[in-house]
């Protein structure tokens, strides 16, 4: 194989640092490989095939036969190709423990793959690749509103006017400028997630990543936040892969539902949703909302049991 030049992103290593190294040579984090970013974590640099690195063009996510096996023999995720254009809402769904969050933290960078590459969207120098929201909103509860949203900017060097202007925007996108100067526990639940929200959109990334965000809160807010999560998608252009275990907040969201089963993780299929935006709150009430929810459950049932539902766990017996 021809040795060729990848240069690494900082901030996925020690931030600042930047070296080069040979194609073939196995480093982990996110690499400028031509104008694609890569991200490479196990020995495998190179593309499956030629049409796969080819095809690349609006592809915002390409995971290319990725596995993820954890040091006490769990295969968490096994061989999983999965590919996510730019612009499109793509939820993944399926019992706990199939490997969805593991997928995300692939992604984001933050564990490596056991096998596989997972490649993201070129991005302008300077500009985040992706931003994470967690499952809980995960605030400092020593520092403000607009504090907690301003950390990923302090972190990158912003000057103090962009941070302020960016920070009173994503403040505004998700409705809450009028509490920046508030602490998290002066709000509601649904606030401090919102405040996690304005947090991940603050960086401008074009690929936001959300991990179970309304899963701990009521139906009312979660509704609404569903909602809201959807009209930022389309105003500011983004890719969203995002993880659930509900069936109709997949259905609402989603251009397209990725159904995962455990044991090992792995995609069992897919369905996409071909609904026009805006989606008002009455599609939930549609027989087309039902059928696709049927549809997805008849997937879901293929899959077996999650974690969940396991009577107990044979010791030293994860696969
Ligand atoms: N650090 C780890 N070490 C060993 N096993 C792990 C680790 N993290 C996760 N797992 C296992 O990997 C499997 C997938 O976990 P993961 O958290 O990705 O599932 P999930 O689909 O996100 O579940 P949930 O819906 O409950 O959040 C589970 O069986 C879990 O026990
Ligand atoms: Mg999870």
């Known amino acids: 194989m021809q040795a060729r030049p990848l240069r690494c992103r900082t901030g996925q290593m020690t931030k600042g ?6 194609q073939g040579e196995f480093q982990h984090g996110i690499w400028h490989y031509g104008n694609i970013y890569v991200t490479i974590y196990a020995d495998q640099t190179g593309f499956s095939s030629p049409e796969r690195r080819l095809s690349l063009a609006a592809v915002a996510i390409d995971i290319d036969g990725v596995s993820r096996t954890y040091p006490n023999g769990l295969r968490a995720i096994e061989r999983v190709d ?4 730019a612009g499109e809402f793509v939820t993944l769904l399926g019992p706990s423990g199939c490997g969805k969050s593991t997928l995300l933290r692939m992604i984001a960078g933050l564990v490596p793959p056991t096998a596989g590459a997972i490649r993201l969207q070129p991005f302008a120098p300077g500009r985040a690749p992706l931003s994470y929201v967690f499952q809980s909103p995960t605030l400092m509860p020593w520092a403000s509103v607009a504090r907690n949203v301003r950390l990923p900017l302090e972190l990158a060097d912003m000057p103090e006017a962009e941070i302020a202007r960016h920070v009173g925007e994503a403040l505004a996108l998700v ?3 009028d509490v920046a100067d ?4 002066e709000l509601s639940g649904g606030m401090q997630m919102r405040v996690s929200i304005a947090r991940a959109l603050v960086n ?10 309304f899963g ?7 509704g609404r936040l569903d909602q809201e999560i959807r009209a930022l998608w389309a105003r500011r252009a983004l890719t969203v892969l995002f993880v659930t275990h509900s069936v109709t907040e997949a259905v609402f969201l989603s251009t397209r539902v990725i159904v995962m089963a455990p044991r090992p993780g792995r995609i069992l299929g897919e369905v ?5 935006h805006p989606r008002a709150d009455g599609f939930r009430l549609t027989p087309r909302f039902a059928e696709y929810c049927a549809r997805l459950t008849e997937l879901l049932a293929l899959g077996g049991a ?3 539902d396991l009577p107990g766990r044979p010791s030293g017996a994860f696969v």
């Open 272 to 276: 996409s949703i071909a609904e026009a």
């Open 306 to 308: 999650g974690e969940d």
């Open 204 to 213: 401008d990334a074009p690929l936001l990543l959300m991990d179970e965000p």
């Open 175 to 177: 409705g809450l400028a």
């Open 17 to 22: 640092s930047k070296h080069d190294v040979q």
């Open 82 to 85: 999965l590919r996510v254009q």
């Open 216 to 222: 701990a809160l009521d139906e009312i807010t979660r």
């Open 182 to 185: 508030f602490y998290p526990r």
